[in-house]
């Protein structure tokens, strides 16, 4: 059990590498009502002042050992409800870090908001999209806006502007029941977006989506078994994240590449709210409302440099709690290898604690995937 300080930090800095991402809340507000979504404030019209733009843009070049371009993510509520002027007002201040090859814009985007003149804004600062659409249209049922209707064409209609401007981008696809039933047809419809990439989000509890029926680990297994066999059929249509990773694992294990896996750390994923405060290991924690974590938050940009809040990160106690979580996955997991350990939101909202372990995200989007490939390849070897 670590008690010294110093050991606390050692832990800290064997599990946890400087930060390769940074998210960025431009805004509370989203012009949808998703029935699944976890933010609690995406109702209130938050704005985040240009003078924590220009704080972060100083601060994230004092990372130590970077020697890859630092993501700026642009995420949640929903962040081109700012509007093109403010958007580019936020941009501004990371410019020269981007003619330099220093950061790269990301932004996620439900693509309801994109017009033409939005398109050329993204072309302008090269910021790299990614779409959130769950799949064909009754699929997409729980994506609806603030009077319940539908937001299926409206997205449909930013993709057509994305595509015609010839802007790559990503998808991000929540997977709820019904879609957990019917991979091939989510995937045949997503081949037709024009994407380079899919990441899939089997649906979870967490935040304020707390009484939705969640798709379970056989369920889960049956999804990633089709999915692969989707993507080995069909590949080269696009990419599936989860997928890849998997695919990643198994290449660098296959060629003796292991000590190259295992040395890797987990990226702290600081996330900047509207107001500059910083809550780290996972985006869905900012605006969580927890006492005993002092409600996640690390520190504030305006007040200290953000070098200095992870560097005293250790001291955190949901951050102990959560190095105490990955040591148990590790000792106890036999997933743990590929999995690397639980998300820390999925821990607390699900169990409540950030020392525990298994998680119904660990069940569906890392366990499942695993036995999904070892299901078909028992099945190969004894067809």
């Given at each position: 059990m670590l008690s010294h300080p110093l050991q606390w930090r050692a832990r800290y800095q064997q599990r946890f590498a400087s930060p390769q991402t940074v998210v960025v809340q431009p805004t509370t507000w989203c012009n949808l009502d998703c029935r699944y979504c976890y933010l609690p404030f995406r109702k209130l019209k938050h704005q985040?002042?240009?003078?924590?733009?220009?704080?972060?843009?100083?601060?994230?070049?004092?990372?130590e050992d970077i020697d890859h371009p630092i993501g700026i993510v642009w995420h949640g509520g929903e962040p081109l409800a700012v509007g093109q002027q403010k958007f580019a007002a936020l941009l501004a201040p990371f410019e020269a870090l981007r003619r330099e090859g220093r950061i790269h814009h990301y932004v996620q985007t439900n693509a309801t908001p994109i017009t033409e003149t939005w398109c050329d804004l993204l072309a302008a600062y090269d910021v790299r999209v990614g779409v959130s659409i769950d799949g064909p249209a009754a699929v997409n049922s729980a994506r609806v806006d603030l009077r319940g209707k539908p937001a299926f064409d409206r997205t449909l209609r930013g993709i057509k502007y994305l595509r015609e401007h010839g802007i790559p981008f990503s998808v991000i696809s929540v997977v709820g029941t019904d879609g957990i039933t019917m991979p091939e047809e989510l995937l045949e419809f997503l081949a037709t977006l024009g994407c380079h990439s899919v990441g899939f989000n089997i649906e979870e509890i967490e935040g304020a989506n707390t009484d939705r029926q969640t798709p379970t680990p056989v369920q889960a297994e049956d999804f990633w078994c089709r999915t692969l066999t989707w993507t080995r059929e069909r590949g080269g249509t696009f990419t599936v994240r989860e997928v890849e990773r998997l695919a990643e694992y198994l290449q660098l294990i296959r060629t003796g590449q292991?000590?190259?896996?295992?040395?890797?750390?987990?990226?702290?994923?600081?996330?900047?709210?509207?107001?500059?405060?910083?809550?780290?290991?996972?985006?869905?924690?900012?605006?969580?409302?927890?006492?005993?974590?002092?409600?996640?938050?690390?520190?504030?940009?305006?007040?200290?440099?953000l070098t200095e809040i992870l560097h005293g990160a250790y001291r955190l106690r949901y951050v102990r709690d959560f190095l105490t979580g990955l040591d148990r996955c590790q000792a106890e997991c036999e997933f743990f290898d590929f999995c690397r350990g639980a998300q820390a939101s999925n821990r607390y909202f699900e169990n409540g604690s950030l020392t525990t372990t298994e998680t119904n995200y660990c069940r569906t989007s890392r366990q499942a995937l695993v036995t999904a490939l070892s299901t078909l390849a028992t099945k190969e070897t004894t067809a």
């Open positions: 985040m002042p240009e003078e924590v733009a220009h704080a972060l843009a100083q601060q994230v070049t004092q990372f292991r000590a190259g896996w295992d040395q890797r750390r987990l990226d702290p994923i600081p996330t900047i709210s509207w107001k500059g405060e910083v809550v780290l290991l996972s985006p869905e924690l900012a605006d969580a409302q927890a006492p005993e974590y002092g409600n996640f938050v690390a520190g504030s940009i305006l007040d200290q440099p």
